[in-house]
Nanobody, 121 residues
Framework: QVQLVESGGGLVQPGGSLRLSCAASGSILSINAMTWYRQAPGKQRELVAGITSGGSTNYADSVKGRFTISRDNAKNAVYLQMNSLKPEDTAVYYC???????????????WGQGTQVTVSS
């Protein structure tokens, strides 16, 4: 009923930039927080950046000043602009949405399928 689809990952050289997108679709009444997580091989999934419906943001210390999260409420979309990328940013990036389902008014959390970001020369 609800899908989150990420795009924009790829291979980039250190110091380069990428912009990730995530669009939510389906029986959505409203979306609260939207968050980007990442998981590197052999490591636990970690929060990268989050944004509320009102536009308040938070970032992991490791990405502050380099990454910017934004959202388009009309499109049910969230974006992650990643600049000055480092090899340690290599991971699968996942989109997460905390939302309210139409008709049932139930609140659920959904995940996207992930998009690979590789930073390497």
């Amino acid at each position: 009923q609800v899908q989150l689809v990420e795009s924009g990952g790829g291979l980039v050289q250190p110091g380069g930039s990428l912009r990730l997108s995530c669009a939510a679709s389906g029986s959505i009444l409203s979306i609260n927080a939207m968050t980007w997580y990442r998981q590197a091989p052999g490591k636990q999934r970690e929060l990268v950046a989050g944004i509320t419906s009102g536009g308040s943001t938070n970032y992991a210390d490791s990405v502050k000043g380099r990454f910017t999260i934004s959202r388009d409420n009309a499109k049910n979309a969230v974006y992650l602009q990643m600049n000055s990328l480092k090899p340690e940013d290599t991971a699968v990036y996942y989109c997460n949405a905390d939302l309210i389902i139409k008709l049932s008014y139930r609140r659920n959390t959904y995940w996207g399928q992930g998009t690979q970001v590789t930073v390497s020369s």
